[in-house]
């Protein structure tokens, strides 16, 4: 297969890719799929996992920066790839929550209300906006084409450390009004 194929056969799968994950999160915020009567335990430590898998990813892209710039190609990419399997496990672990557990909403007369919602919605449009770029600036890394990668990593990567952080951002600021 040409490389002209294979990148879009690669942008083909990204974009399906992205929009599966998109389309699952609409569906479990339009609650479609029917819930289990019986919740197991172990669902109501998901946003608390959830949160470490987000804070270990802000320091990993922090350290595959460090290391980039130190010129060391094969840490970078471990460590790129260890924080992509975590973002995997999370993507598979905030499915699996939001699809069992009723939404907490922050209270309306609470003061950082304004704060919250404004962190969680460019939280939520960020996130859907950078897994194609991720996925992408992967697939260039691997493949080793240094300046595609650079181009899309000058977008993917500010935005992935942003929605990482506000990731456990948006949880500190509402696990204290879950109700399980």
């Given at each position: 297969?040409?490389?002209?194929?294979?990148?879009?056969?690669?942008?083909r799968?990204?974009?399906?890719?992205?929009?599966?994950?998109?389309?699952a999160?609409?569906i479990?915020?339009?609650?479609?799929?029917?819930?289990?009567e019986?919740?197991?335990?172990?669902?109501?430590?998901?946003?608390?996992?959830?949160?470490?898998?987000n804070?270990?990813?802000?320091?990993?892209l922090?350290?595959s920066?460090?290391?980039?710039?130190?010129k060391?190609?094969?840490?970078?990419?471990?460590?790129?790839i260890?924080?992509?399997?975590?973002?995997?496990?999370?993507?598979?672990?905030?499915?699996?929550?939001?699809w069992?557990?009723?939404?907490?909403?922050?209270?309306?007369?609470?003061?950082?209300?304004s704060?919250y919602?404004?962190?969680?919605?460019?939280?939520?449009?960020?996130?859907?906006v950078?897994?194609?770029?991720?996925?992408?600036?992967f697939?260039?890394?691997?493949?080793?084409q240094?300046?595609?990668?650079?181009?899309?990593?000058?977008?993917a990567?500010?935005?992935?450390?942003?929605?990482?952080?506000?990731?456990?951002?948006?949880?500190?600021m509402?696990?204290?009004?879950?109700?399980?």
């Amino acid at each position: 297969m040409t490389t002209n194929n294979q990148d879009k056969l690669v942008f083909r799968i990204v974009l399906t890719i992205s929009l599966i994950v998109f389309i699952a999160v609409i569906i479990l915020n339009k609650k479609i799929l029917p819930r289990p009567e019986i919740i197991p335990l172990w669902v109501n430590f998901l946003p608390k996992l959830n949160a470490m898998i987000n804070a270990t990813c802000s320091v990993l892209l922090l350290l595959s920066l460090y290391f980039i710039k130190q010129k060391s190609i094969l840490v970078h990419k471990k460590i790129n790839i260890v924080a992509f399997c975590l973002s995997s496990i999370f993507l598979i672990s905030y499915i699996v929550f939001h699809w069992l557990v009723e939404e907490t909403h922050y209270p309306e007369n609470a003061p950082m209300r304004s704060f919250y919602y404004t962190i969680l919605i460019s939280h939520i449009i960020l996130a859907a906006v950078v897994l194609p770029l991720i996925l992408l600036s992967f697939y260039r890394g691997l493949q080793m084409q240094v300046e595609k990668h650079k181009k899309l990593v000058r977008y993917a990567f500010p935005v992935w450390l942003y929605v990482t952080i506000t990731g456990v951002l948006v949880y500190l600021m509402i696990s204290p009004y879950y109700t399980f």
